[in-house]
């Protein structure tokens, strides 16, 4: 056992160096916020741009997870989605955004993503959230090309996968803040082939209300597999743009006033995305400042010293896994 526990302690002092070489937090230390972030969700945005875009992705799945077993009503559940993906997005690492897309469609419930692309739709992922870039229709379908097949291709191997696209296709048509038949048409035919038909026939229609009809997502939700599949429609999701929840609109608030400071917003982000970002320390996007800023110093990761971390790396690592594996 001795032996053990000096190979970790090795172990763990060269990722611990390596990381804070990289001047990047651990993936340990950033577990032992979970708590915290599920508590105040703006703290999200803080403790992501301390990690490096690998850790980002890991962190936010596990965040996620964390928020999915929580013992509250759907709905508070539904909100605390909303809340910690819009702040995750906004501390994504430099050409991260779209890895973090792809990771939220593929782990939030279906349920929840009913809310989470209407409010990426009105806020983060909105082609006018950066009031000095103007995206032509042309331009959008080609950003639009980028996150369906970032987000079809995480998906692939998770439940319900066909519906988390169409979720994702909802938000890059209410993104557009146009629903022209050209780019409907081009989201429609960036899903798999499998639903192509009924996105177009039923579950769109029906999610935007076209035809006069009310706005639901019950078409989309009843193929659902199991206890998700609970219909649902704009009136019962608990986070739908016109009712965002203070702490969004407060985020989605301060995206909006660093746009106007010509700062790269999400979609900036994605379309120079590279599909295996290696950003360096420090290179977060600059709307992280404008969102939460003030936050960092409440976060504190370490003294620097790898050495003298370790043993507290440990212990946040036993920690963590006890408190997964507690029933």
Do not use: H
């Amino acid at each position: 056992m001795k032996r053990i526990m000096v190979m970790l302690t090795a172990a763990l002092l060269v990722c611990v160096s390596f990381g804070q070489a990289k001047g990047f937090a651990t993936l340990a230390s950033a577990r032992a916020k979970i708590t915290r972030v599920i508590e105040n969700p703006k703290e999200m945005t803080a403790v992501m741009q301390t990690l490096s875009p690998a850790d980002q992705k890991t962190f936010l799945a596990e965040v996620v997870a964390a928020v999915a077993s929580m013992p509250s009503d759907e709905s508070d559940r539904t909100e605390k989605f909303v809340q910690i993906v819009n702040a995750a997005l906004a501390g994504s690492q430099k050409g991260n955004s779209l890895t973090l897309v792809a990771e939220v469609f593929a782990t939030v419930p279906p349920n929840a993503l009913a809310a989470v692309n209407e409010s990426l739709a009105s806020g983060l992922m909105n082609r006018a959230t950066d009031g000095n870039v103007t995206y032509t229709d042309e331009q959008y379908i080609e950003i639009s090309k980028k996150v369906m097949a970032a987000v079809n291709e995480r998906v692939a191997n998770e439940d319900n996968a066909g519906v988390r696209s169409g979720f994702a296709a909802l938000m890059m048509i209410r993104g557009s803040n146009s629903e022209s038949p050209e780019i409907v048409s081009s989201v429609v035919e960036s899903l798999p082939e499998a639903v192509q038909n009924d996105a177009k026939n039923e579950w769109i229609p029906a999610a935007l209300g076209q035809g006069g009809q009310e706005k639901t997502y019950d078409p989309m939700l009843a193929v659902v597999d199991g206890d998700q599949g609970k219909p649902v429609n704009e009136d019962n999701v608990g986070a739908a743009p016109a009712r965002q929840s203070t702490q969004e609109s407060e985020s989605v608030l301060a995206l909006r006033i660093a746009s106007a400071q010509n700062l790269d917003t999400l979609l900036a982000d994605i379309v120079g995305a590279n599909t295996d970002p290696s950003a360096s320390a420090g290179a977060a996007n600059p709307i992280v400042d404008a969102v939460q800023n003030s936050t960092n110093s409440e976060l504190p990761f370490g003294n620097g010293d790898a050495s003298g971390d370790t043993a507290t790396i440990i212990a946040e690592v036993i920690g963590y896994q006890n408190q997964t594996t507690k029933d």
